[in-house]
């Protein structure tokens, strides 16, 4: 599944021991991915989405959030099999880069990646102030709903670049207009810049803030109207995870927009290990489909309660099911 040429710049990677290891451990790590991962982010992401808009009423503001990233991940897993078979460098490619598959799994994964980024990000700002601010109403459940749909008309109008600089160099490339927009790296710098470095920067800002905050022992921390505490830990694990697994991904398309920038020849070697890097960073960034809704599943108190209520409205043949029925235990454990 993948291929190491660029290890040692000759394209021949049956002289390496090492890059065969390594093209082996690769390998199983992608299907263990889409044998276990998939599966699991599609099943905990669809439950987390479920389980909530059957409880609206008993809904937080950090659980609109976390349905926005359920959505997202839902999106992510459904795409990631297709990512994980057919990288670019990959010896099974199913794909090419720069074609119509390639463009058309490029789009909704971009949209994902800066709904699942910003989400975050504000989930941490609206907590803040939901911890600084409470009975103000400002982070409500009503506000959380109309922020998550901009921040999809958000992430759909800037995902939509990579349609224009599809259609530019495919229909016309004597056209001044799109000779103009015939360059992916703007496209890749703006996604840094907008998707990453605007988002971890209110994220790394929400988190001093909330630093601050407990730090203050006030009359206010007592407030039985206020988020329960494991919303913290459970705010900053997916802050840190959601972040921690992303940045190899911009990383990489900042290292990428630099190189190529230079306008300078690139070595063969240093293109292949640059495809490699994308293709084991996106690697990791499919991965947050799934580790993200078992965080949310293993450390907010009031999910299991919200998933029994769903259970008991799943009809089980001619009647409903029962809340000691077998099967919620078992999604339940």
Known sequence: MWGCGWFNGTGLV????????????????????????VPVGLCYNALLVLANLHSKASMTMPDVYFVNMAVA?????????????????????LW??????HVALQIPFNVSSLVAMYSTA?????HYIERALPRTYMASVYNTRHVCG?????????????????ICSHVSTRALECAKMQNAEAADATLVFIGYVVPALAALYALVLLS????????????????EP???????????????????????????????????????????????????SKLLAFSSSFVTPLLYRYMNQSFPGKLR?????????DRHCSPDHIGVQQVLA
């Open 96 to 101: 090419s880069a720069g074609g119509e598959v």
């Open 230 to 280: 494991s919303a913290h830990r459970l705010l900053v694990a997916t802050v840190c995870t959601q972040f921690g697994l992303w940045t190899p991904h911009y990383l990489v398309l900042l290292g990428h927009t630099v190189l190529i920038s230079r306008g300078q020849p690139v070595d063969a070697h240093y293109v292949g290990l640059l495809h490699f890097a994308k293709d084991l």
């Open 212 to 227: 601050r905050v407990r730090r203050e022992d006030t009359p206010l921390d007592r407030d039985t109207g206020r988020l």
């Open 122 to 126: 504000l989930l941490s700002l609206d």
């Open 14 to 37: 049956e002289e390496l021991p090492a890059c065969q290891d390594l093209q082996l451990g690769l390998s199983l790590l992608s299907l263990l991915g889409l044998v276990v991962g």
């Open 309 to 317: 209520r769903l259970m008991k409205k799943l009809p089980c043949g």
């Open 73 to 93: 991940g839902l999106v992510l897993s459904t795409l990631a099999p297709v990512h994980l078979l057919g990288p670019p460098s990959s010896q099974w490619a």
């Open 150 to 166: 901009f921040v999809w008309g958000g992430a759909l109008l800037t995902s939509f670049s990579s349609l224009l600089f599809y």
